[in-house]
């Protein structure tokens, strides 16, 4: 290797060694390997070379060219380390400092409602029993005698969905719990007592209803149930629930589909102040009734053995009630706000279970 070319050697290598961080190592690169650097000019000037000289000038400066691509790039990756290190160093974090405070998570009022209420009648022997949202016509409408008339049955109240086989009756999102009842007395052995909560889907949106909301029903079937022990089971729930020992309860005659006698459940509440339990004033709360003979039968239970009761209510009525919300709607915003101010301590859910 000929002077000149140990001179651009040396030259580059001192370069590299003092280069502080890529940006400099960048402009060396490009000075020496880039299109007007100073290696590229001498291989661009070997053609001038006399032609015994041009061949071991050409070898030569393919050597250097080799030595410092190897050089350039060993000092890269050493930049590089560098500045990762660096990088490092400026971003370390005490792993041994406590963590900043964080606001702990709570229960939605709609999910602790429906954990209390089946802690109350699972002390009464209820068990908790589910089903698909998504129902035939006959375990929504068929089974519980509800007749091919019946206003609930409108696309008006009900949302339909395509049916698998043309001609067939479409599914539907389930109106409400019922269907779960349906499908425990076709596959539960009697007697038994279930309590159905889950979500369901009605056309209808406002201030007070929404198009998916949530129920809670319940069934009892036994050789002897009679009506006194409807009143009794509903009674005790809505004075535990609220809170409220001594708290009214009325039952009305009414009618539905599903059960005969039908009764609508009012408790005492005062209508100015919204207060329950006292007042003068009676809201409804609640239906139920006994079983109907035709549901047990399409059921395939015989109705002249067994009989029992239903009822059902509303999950967000019943929170909005208890704890003074005013509105429905909030409930499925998923406003944090909202969720802080009427959420529920965890903690204090599985406290409330253990005590009931």
């Not at 291989?43 to 006399?50: F, S, Y």
């Not at 009605?202 to 409807?230: C, K, N, V, Y």
Request: glycine share 10%; proline share 7%.
């Amino acid at each position: 290797m000929t002077d000149d070319l140990l001179a651009l050697k040396h030259q580059t290598e001192a370069a590299l060694a003092a280069a502080a961080d890529l940006r400099a190592w960048d402009a060396i690169r490009v000075g020496v390997l880039g299109k007007s650097g100073s290696l590229t000019a001498l291989l661009k000037e070997l053609g001038k070379v006399a032609p015994d000289q041009r061949r071991e000038r050409g070898a030569a400066l393919n050597q250097l060219k080799d030595a410092l691509a190897e050089a350039i790039e060993a000092r890269r990756v050493a930049l590089d380390a560098a500045a990762l290190e660096a990088r490092l160093a400026s971003e370390r974090m005490d792993v041994t400092l406590p963590p900043r405070p964080a606001q702990p998570g709570l229960i939605h009022p709609i999910s602790r409602t429906m954990e209390e209420m089946a802690a109350i009648f699972g002390a009464m022997g209820f068990a908790v029993a589910e089903g698909p949202d998504i129902e035939s016509d006959w375990h929504n409408f068929g089974a519980l005698n509800i007749p091919a008339h019946h206003p609930a049955r409108a696309d008006h109240d009900t949302f339909y969905l395509p049916p698998a086989v043309p001609g067939a009756a479409p599914p539907v999102l389930r109106t409400h719990t019922s269907p779960v009842q349906a499908r425990a007395m076709l596959e539960r052995g009697l007697p038994f007592r279930v309590v159905a909560p889950g979500r369901t889907y009605r056309a209808d949106h406002d201030a007070t209803h929404s198009p998916m909301f949530h129920q809670i029903e319940g069934l009892a079937l036994g050789r002897d149930i009679t009506l006194g022990h409807l009143k009794g089971c509903l009674i005790d729930f809505l004075r535990t629930f609220f809170g409220i020992s001594n708290l009214p309860v009325r039952f009305r005659s009414s009618y539905f589909p599903f059960t005969e006698p039908s009764m609508e459940v009012d408790i005492g509440w005062n209508r100015k102040t919204g207060e329950l339990g006292g007042g003068g004033d009676w809201l409804e709360i609640l239906g139920s009734g006994m079983v109907h003979p035709k549901v047990l039968a399409n059921c395939g239970i015989d109705p002249s053995v067994w009989q029992g009761f239903a009822f059902g209510m509303g999950v967000e009525r019943v929170t909005m009630l208890k704890h003074g919300i005013p509105d429905l709607r909030p409930f499925y915003d998923s406003d944090i706000r909202w969720l802080r101010h009427y959420g529920f301590n965890p903690l204090a859910s599985a406290m409330l279970h253990e005590g009931v």
